[in-house]
């Protein structure tokens, strides 16, 4: 009875831990991501989100390894590849076979060469301890599953002193089309920060990147 009694409470705090089942409803087949790439991918989004205006803000140069978690059909890999250039090195990961082919034709279109391709788990992305100068996570921390394992992953594979960028949506009835961000995002900036900031990270700045919209947060690895 008390082994039954266990294994019920740890598949309850498993089951707990995954709190992005709202955000991930999306995407659990094929056909569902096509049809998210197609937003994914949009050249609109270039202009509403200004990546060129992201990379300097990140203050990535030149020899740099980055790696886009949840990198998606390679919406920054042209951004991130030339702004890391000569030297360095994008690291595109993600859990979707089908989002890294998207991603790789991205990059062979944009012709580069100095990204790799990399699929994670929902609790890891499976980066190489102290390999990164930083990580970017564009729009994607209110799709973790398991946003401690995930924070812990990265902050493994991030150098000492290393930066994590986090833009994300405000969990506001302005931030998406029909207020669809209070059930689609889990947190709203402040406890975003508090979060992070409990998993071994301080904050370095915040700023609003899209008004009322998106806002980017810098942190370092404590």
Same mark, same amino acid.
């Given at each position: 009875m008390k082994r039954i009694a266990f294994v019920a409470l740890a598949l309850a705090a498993s089951l707990a831990a995954q709190v992005a089942r709202e955000a991930n409803s999306g995407y659990r087949t094929e056909a569902q991501r096509k049809q998210m790439a197609a937003g994914l991918g949009d050249p609109e989004r270039a202009r509403t989100q200004a990546p060129e205006l992201l990379?300097?803000? /990140?203050? #990535?140069? @030149?020899? /740099?390894?980055?790696?886009?978690?949840?990198a998606g059909v390679g919406f920054m890999l042209p951004y991130l590849g030339k702004a890391v250039t000569p030297g360095g090195h994008v690291i595109a990961e993600d859990i979707f076979d089908d989002f890294l082919n998207a991603a790789r034709l991205k990059a062979h279109e944009a012709s580069l060469e100095n990204v790799v391709f990399l699929k994670g788990t929902e609790t890891d992305p499976r980066l190489a301890e102290g390999s990164l100068d930083m990580a970017l996570v564009l729009d994607v921390y209110h799709h973790f599953d398991y946003p401690e394992k995930m924070l812990a992953a990265i902050h493994k594979a991030l150098k000492d002193?290393?930066? #994590?960028?986090?833009?994300?949506?405000?969990? $506001?009835?302005?931030? /998406? @089309?029909?207020? $669809?961000a209070l059930t689609h995002i889990r947190l709203d900036m402040p406890d975003v920060i508090k979060e992070v900031e409990s998993n071994h990270f301080h904050l370095l700045e915040e700023k609003e990147r899209v008004r009322d919209v998106q806002y980017m947060l810098l942190l370092e690895k404590n």
């Open positions: 990379v300097h803000e /990140m203050g #990535l140069q @030149p020899g /740099m390894t980055v790696a886009d978690i949840g002193g290393g930066k #994590l960028i986090v833009v994300e949506y405000y969990k $506001r009835d302005s931030a /998406m @089309p029909n207020g $669809r």
